[in-house]
């Protein structure tokens, strides 16, 4: 009735009212059924007659189902709460509609398949965990359960177990490692959601995850001459044979009992020592890695984890995820279409670690070979021994903020010459105590302290496309691309990601 009311009321029937009148049936033609008031009440008499043998036979249903089904039965009434499942899925890139394909095939002039430069995977480690979890939680502002249970498991929440729990059941699916417990994927928002959220993305700095840099409590040290003796210190012969040969005859040192290692060390009046002090630092808000984040859940092994630098751990989980998306399970199937020499490293760093100096200074206790870990090529030398085991040369960009965007260029550069048909091209940078300092002299990071004045939570103040930038947000993780020609792409049957149709840097003049 209301529809046909409504189609009286369109422009071109209220255009035929204009000219004469309209008489619409509503009725729906009932003035042509003969004897329609004796038909009606026929069949409304019927209905409650019917309606009550229905009620008979239902019920006579339920008590047999009763009797044969007992407590079950009462199931069928209950009300049924469907609750959404996690469903991972990576998707690869849609290809076009025919339209869209048919404006490429004709394109004017050919197209060299070994001049044309396409990415077929990418990965990242950075605040907000993964390349896919980033993109949730930028575009949408909010995770997915996949994203939470993604989450969860790389910050070392949650492991995932094929086999049985402590009771000795069989079990396949996600356990709480802290309760042993199994978590089923419609739990995983309401039990870790806001854990994950607190300790990811841009955040106040971490303390633990800085091997206890606090910027509220940024550590100096401050030469003093002492102005009157010091009570004896209980040091060992060879501690003592340290101070005596630094401070000279401005200390004694002297051995307990002929035989016993231990010495008593009196620093003396005029000897100079450091003292360590404590300033409250304005660079209080960066871009972290999800705190627990490790290396052990992707499979990395223990050695490995407990002796390399961080940085090199993101890259090597980045390249592995990045030849996963581009289609490659096993990197030596590179080989079966190219030559070891053909794949190429482009992986550099605007500063590696500087943390280790600081430890030797201190006197800590700090692995032998741990300078390797401060150059830069030796995230690139990690990937390269643990996964490619190419022959091709490692490039190493140092391009401080553009470091990425150098390792792209010089991807391209070299894959367009024929020196290379497939690359793996990125950057990372670690957050250092030393760093953050030098930049905030710079005046060149956003100030912490202001923005929390100006009602500004931290995750709103790395803002880089707006007026009100005050300077760019530290941060720390990596990031890699698998770069390769069009006609490796095709004969290895990699997914397209990208193309890349430019890539050039330039220098400003002077001036």
């Known amino acids: 009735m209301a529809f046909k009311i409504l189609g009286l009321l369109s422009p071109v029937m209220s255009s035929f009212s204009q000219i004469e009148t309209i008489q619409a049936d509503l009725g729906g033609g009932s003035d042509r059924v003969s004897e329609l008031a004796e038909k009606t009440t026929d069949i409304r008499t019927t209905f409650p007659a019917e309606a009550e043998k229905r009620r008979a036979l239902a019920l006579e249903n339920s008590a047999d189902f009763r009797i044969f089904r007992g407590a079950a039965a009462e199931a069928l009434h209950e009300k049924v709460h469907v609750q959404p499942r996690n469903n991972f899925r990576f998707e690869q890139p849609k290809i076009g509609t025919t339209a869209e394909l048919q404006s490429v095939a004709k394109m004017e002039g050919p197209l060299d398949p070994t001049k044309v430069l396409i990415v077929t995977g990418f990965a990242e480690v950075g605040p907000w965990g993964s390349a896919r979890t980033r993109w949730e939680q930028e575009a949408r502002s909010e995770l997915t359960i996949e994203d939470i249970i993604e989450m969860a498991w790389m910050m070392g929440t949650i492991r995932h177990v094929n086999g049985k729990l402590k009771n000795g059941k069989p079990y ?4 709480d490692i802290a309760s042993n417990e199994p978590v089923e994927g419609k739990d995983m928002r309401a039990r870790y959601e806001k854990d994950i959220m607190s300790h990811a993305g841009v955040r106040f700095i971490k303390p633990e995850l800085f091997k206890g840099y606090d910027p509220k409590r940024k550590g100096f040290q401050q030469e003093i001459e002492l102005s009157h003796d010091l009570e004896r210190l209980e040091v060992c012969g060879a501690e003592a044979e340290k101070h005596k040969r630094e401070h000279g005859d401005k200390v004694d040192a002297s ?4 035989g016993n290692d231990s010495w008593l060390v009196v620093l003396k009046k005029v000897a100079r020592i450091f003292v360590p002090k404590a300033v409250s630092f304005n660079r209080l808000v960066a871009g972290q890695i999800p705190t627990g984040w490790s290396g052990r859940p992707y499979g990395i092994p223990e050695d490995i984890v407990s002796q390399v630098d961080r940085t090199s751990l993101w890259v090597l989980v980045c390249v592995a995820e990045a030849l996963v998306m581009s289609g490659i399970s096993d990197p030596y199937e590179l080989y079966e279409h190219v030559h070891i020499s053909d794949v190429l490293i482009s992986i550099g760093s605007g500063m590696e670690s500087l943390g280790l100096f600081r430890d030797r200074r201190n006197d800590m206790d700090v692995q032998k070979d741990i ?48 020196e290379a048909k497939v690359m793996l091209a990125g950057g990372f940078d670690d957050l250092s105590e030393e760093g953050s300092v030098e930049f905030a002299n710079m005046n060149a990071t956003s100030h912490a302290q202001q923005e929390l004045s100006a009602g500004r939570e931290p995750s709103e103040m790395s803002r880089p496309t707006t007026t009100t930038r005050a300077g760019f947000m530290e941060s720390q993780g990596s ?33």
């Open 172 to 175: 396949v699916g996600w356990v």
């Open 255 to 258: 051995g307990l009992a002929p």
């Open 371 to 418: 300078l390797q870990e401060t150059f830069i090529n030796v995230a690139s030398g990690w990937v390269n021994l643990l996964l490619m085991s190419s022959a091709g040369p490692i490039k190493r960009p140092v391009g401080a903020c553009a470091t990425a965007l150098d390792s792209v260029e010089i991807a391209a550069e070299i894959i367009l010459s024929g």
């Open 479 to 511: 990031g890699v691309q698998v770069l390769m020609s069009l006609d490796i792409a095709l004969e290895m049957g990699c997914p397209i990601q990208a193309i890349v149709a430019y890539s050039s840097t330039h220098t400003d003049k002077q001036g």
